[in-house]
């Protein structure tokens, strides 16, 4: 079975950083593009950074120059080191994964159960 697990998360002052770890297990063949979205009270989930398997990233234009995604193939884990943090920014993070499962003939895509980011000002 496969699993996105996230930690990282937690209460910060405006201006402070957060690194994110998302980490995938599982019985995994490969792994394809990896994201990270999240979701503010309200509000409907957006798409904050993704990575492609040979390391390209994107970035919404409200964290471009804030926030910095990676990931480490050899741990099949994605990363979202996240500066000049400010309260807009508060929301839950999400992991979310493009993979393909042994034994599967496609690529599926899985959430994590998220991780909640809170800035206070």
């Known amino acids: 079975q496969v699993q996105l697990v996230e930690s990282g998360g937690g209460l910060v002052q405006d201006g402070g950083s957060l690194r994110l770890s998302c980490i995938v297990s599982g019985s995994i063949f490969r792994i394809n593009d990896m994201a990270w979205y999240r979701q503010a009270p309200g509000k409907q989930r957006e798409l904050v950074a993704t990575?492609?398997?040979?390391?390209?990233?994107n970035y919404a234009d409200s964290v471009k120059g804030r926030f910095t995604i990676s990931r480490d193939n050899a741990k099949n884990t994605v990363y979202l080191q996240m500066n000049s943090l400010s309260p807009e920014d508060t929301a839950v993070y999400y992991c979310?994964?493009?993979?393909?499962?042994?034994?599967?003939?496609?690529?599926?895509?899985?959430w994590g159960q998220g991780t909640q980011v809170t800035v206070s000002s």
């Open positions: 990575t492609t398997s040979s390391g390209s990233t």
């Open positions: 979310n994964a493009d993979l393909l499962p042994y034994g599967s003939i496609r690529y599926l895509n899985y």
